[in-house]
């Protein structure tokens, strides 16, 4: 066979291949989006068509030191094969966010006074009589 033949089904897989993984999303769902593909690219059909969306999600964090917020766009793949060509749509996904630094203190070390010195009684009682003589 000729490479020409091959090059739009080469070209197909790499673009899905470059979308990434689908961390977020369910196992099961990830195998039948695999799978949909798979037939796509061995449908004997001369007029097929795949589509793929990827869903938006938003997510944040917070620690002493800073806050985090981030944001994904959902994110769309259309492909099309006819007798006459290849067309691909893709609105890919755009992920955004920002970073807020928390002040730190800075607090002086804290020194403590010297302990006081030892007496002669275990209980802290004086040993001198309360009285002068």
């Not at 970073?99 to 302990?115: E, F």
Request: hydrophobic share 30%.
């Amino acid at each position: 066979m000729r490479l020409w033949k091959f090059t739009p089904v080469l070209l197909a897989a790499g673009c899905v291949l470059a979308a990434g993984p689908a961390w977020a999303q369910d196992p099961y769902a990830e195998y039948n989006r695999q799978r949909a593909y798979r037939h796509y690219l061995n449908s004997p059909s001369p007029y097929k068509t795949y589509s793929s969306f990827t869903p938006g999600r938003a997510w944040g964090y917070d620690t002493p030191f800073e806050s985090g917020w981030f944001s994904r766009t959902p994110g769309y793949y259309h492909e099309r094969m006819t007798p006459f060509g290849r067309s691909v749509y893709e609105i890919p996904p755009r992920e955004q966010g920002y970073l807020v630094p928390h002040p730190q203190l800075l607090y002086p070390p804290h020194i403590l006074p010297p302990p006081p010195p030892p007496t002669a009684d275990p209980y802290g009682y004086s040993l001198r009589t309360p009285y002068p003589r």
